[in-house]
T-cell receptor
Framework: AQKITQTQPGMFVQEKEAVTLDCTYD???????LFWYKQPSSGEMIFLIY??????QNATEGRYSLNFQKARKSANLVISASQLGDSAMYFC????????????FGDGTTLTVKP | DTEVTQTPKHLVMGMTNKKSLKCEQH?????MYWYKQKAKKPPELMFV???????INESVPSRFSPECPNSSLLNLHLHALQPEDSALYLC????????????????FGDGTRLSIL
């Protein structure tokens, strides 16, 4: 069975600074994908960034980067130059090539950006 | 704007009512999902449709009845709900081919906020 662990229920960061949100995972499937989603208080779930299990390089998308350490089974999200609009809940998720591609989500981290 | 459209955005209903939630996508995705999400919690999977066939039912009570009339539409029929069913209901879609499940994200709608009186 797959498992995602996010150990930081809440995080604070000063505007314009960088922040790292932690995510560790467990799976026996050699092929999997790791995803980060942002959920503002309005409710929509926004896809941010993806890392494949066979990818050699860490994924980057604008101000978002993923620090992927396969041996440690971690996939931490780094947000650079934080903005007030980054305040939201962030979920780490994993999809495998079985079970109709359903996602396993972590418990989430609430990020608050301070002005 | 999201590419997955859910209606209505808000719904208040009594425990004896019958209502339906609707989800529509035009991205050609063949896998569609219903999730239930309580405040400050991760989404919980309810149902998965793969190529218009029910693929996974996560032991959801029968007062929730899913329907996939075609590859673009997903409905969730509600009947005799309980107060604990009040939550945000999220629909998602993704490419349906098993070989690419793991390298494609799910695309979520904005959700329907459901309140049961």
């Amino acid at each position: 069975a797959q498992k995602i662990t996010q150990t930081q229920p809440g995080m604070f960061v000063q505007e314009k600074e960088a922040v790292t949100l932690d995510c560790t995972y467990d799976t026996s499937d050699p092929s999997y994908g790791l995803f980060w989603y942002k959920q503002p208080s309005s409710g929509e779930m926004i896809f941010l960034i993806y890392q494949g299990s066979y990818d050699q390089q860490n994924a980057t998308e604008g101000r978002y980067s993923l620090n992927f350490q396969k041996a440690r089974k971690s996939a931490n999200l780094v947000i650079s130059a934080s903005q007030l609009g980054d305040s939201a809940m962030y979920f780490c998720a994993m999809r495998e090539n079985t079970n109709a591609g359903k996602s396993t989500f972590g418990d989430g981290t609430t990020l608050t950006v301070k002005p | 704007d999201t590419e997955v459209t859910q209606t209505p955005k808000h719904l208040v209903m009594g425990m004896t009512n019958k209502k339906s939630l609707k989800c529509e996508q035009h991205m050609g995705h063949r896998a569609m999902y219903w999730y239930k999400q309580k405040a400050k919690k991760p989404p919980e999977l309810m149902f998965v449709y793969s190529y218009e066939k029910l693929s996974i039912n996560e032991s959801v009570p029968s007062r929730f009845s899913p329907e996939c009339p075609n590859s673009s539409l997903l409905n969730l029929h509600l009947h005799a709900l309980q107060p604990e069913d009040s939550a945000l209901y999220l629909c998602a879609s993704a490419w349906g081919a098993p070989a690419v499940y793991s390298n494609q994200p799910q695309h979520f709608g904005d959700g329907t906020r459901l309140s049961i009186l």
